[in-house]
């Protein structure tokens, strides 16, 4: 499947924004959806819609089977051992607060140390501040090197015997670095620590292998890889999801209620209590057979090709600044000298171009890169070079415009 192929596949891309091509380039927020997907919700809504695992009734067998169906694709996609490692959330923020709440609660104690980075997303700070306040436990950071990026001589002086959880994001969606997981799980390993992992920003755009890498938890979002809002994914290895309560009670994650006591459903139902989100799963099914189908590999290559790309092509404007490492993922964060980054997103949307401005939920990072907000450009498989010189053309348009101003 060629560029324009599969471009024609996302049938937002063809709009027109305030009278110019729409130029999208903001995937790392949310990505846009393929029609592969579209169709498969609307199908689900049209031809079976019915709860799951209920009913012994045609449509409740025709739904349930495609939402097991699509806990294996999920399976397959990151290469879990079995299914019962796989949750369904609401997405990644779900997924890690779970974590924290269930087994970070359970495990950690007054002394123990749960250890994270400056450029994690505030949905892989904020759940650990709180379970440190509620236990005891004291919350490090692993300081980052000058580019942004982590060095494994950090992580080991950061990493002691006291830490017993380690959370880190797969890649920033800010810095757009790629951190060594496996490494890392390695050394949380060794010092008797699980490896949590935010896949947020790795899943929609590159092969994941949690058998590979190690990890003990994992999570990602569906949105981001042309899947519907509201459906996530939580990995965990079978012994430590065994051995956890669930957060959430109700119907579904139950096996037996008295009047005084309940039991728990076996592995993955016990942690999805109520109606589960049916149509999310099975359009996050179909968005993996869609980006299966075109290559995981192919993905990350194309990004990668497009974000060195925009690097040299922005790096070229005076008075613009790019935050990150030099091998990265498929973003670019930046601002220009002495102009506001939401009056670049403002420019840049009057030209048709979607951009993200803002701290990026990313309040310590932007702290510690000493500035307020910045700019982000994302890129998925749907963008092109062409898209990167758009942007570049109303960047300099942009620096312009408030060069008059100022």
């Known amino acids: 499947m060629n560029e324009k192929e599969v471009r024609q596949l996302f049938p937002i891309l ?3 924004v305030n009278g110019k091509p729409l130029v999208y380039l903001d995937s790392a927020a949310t990505s846009q959806k393929p029609l592969p997907v579209i169709e498969a919700l609307e199908k689900y809504y049209r031809e079976y819609n019915s709860n799951v695992h209920r009913g012994v009734h045609t449509l409740g067998t025709k739904a349930t089977d495609a939402y097991e169906g699509a806990r294996e694709k999920v399976r397959k996609f990151i290469n879990a051992k079995s299914t019962q490692e796989i949750i369904f959330t609401r997405g990644t923020t779900t997924a890690l ?3 924290a709440a269930s087994y970070g609660r359970a495990n950690l104690r007054e002394g123990d140390e749960i250890v994270i980075t400056y450029m994690e997303h505030h949905s892989n700070i904020i759940p650990w501040q709180q379970v440190a306040k509620q236990t005891g436990a004291t919350l490090k950071y692993i300081p980052l090197q000058a580019d942004g990026s982590i060095s494994l001589d950090d992580v080991e002086n950061t990493v002691t015997p006291n830490t017993k959880i380690v959370s880190v994001m797969q890649v920033s969606n800010v810095l757009g670095a790629i951190n060594p997981i496996k490494q890392m799980a390695e050394i949380a390993h060794r010092n008797g620590a699980v490896m ?3 896949a947020a920003q790795s899943a929609p755009h590159m092969k994941l292998d949690v058998q590979n890498l190690d990890c003990d938890f994992l999570a990602f979002s569906g949105h981001k890889m042309c899947a519907p809002t509201g459906i996530g994914v939580l990995y965990g290895k079978r012994t430590l999801l065994e051995q956890m309560e669930p957060v959430e009670f109700g119907g579904e994650m139950i096996d037996f209620v008295g009047l005084y006591e309940s039991t728990w459903k076996e592995l993955p139902w016990k942690f999805e209590g109520g109606t589960p989100i049916i149509a999310g799963a099975i359009g996050l099914g179909a968005a993996i057979d869609f980006l299966e189908e075109i290559g995981l590999d192919n993905i990350a290559a194309h990004e990668h090709k497009l974000a060195q790309y925009a690097i040299e092509q ?5 008075g ?5 490492p030099k091998q990265r993922a498929g973003l670019v964060t930046f601002n220009i000298n002495d102009v506001h980054p939401h009056d670049v997103a403002t420019v840049l949307d009057a030209e048709g171009i979607a ?12 702290k510690w890169l000493n500035v307020t907000a910045t700019a982000r450009a994302s890129f998925y498989l749907y963008n092109t070079e062409e898209d990167i010189d758009r942007l570049v053309v109303a960047l300099k348009k942009t620096k312009e415009y408030f060069s008059h101003v100022f």
Do not use: K
């Open 97 to 99: 607060n779970m974590v």
């Open 355 to 366: 951009v993200r401005a803002g701290h990026h939920c990313a309040q310590p990072l932007m």
């Open 14 to 16: 063809a709009q027109e």
């Open 314 to 318: 922005l790096s070229a404007i005076e």
């Open 320 to 324: 613009l600044t790019i935050y990150g």
């Open 196 to 198: 949590v992992v935010d």
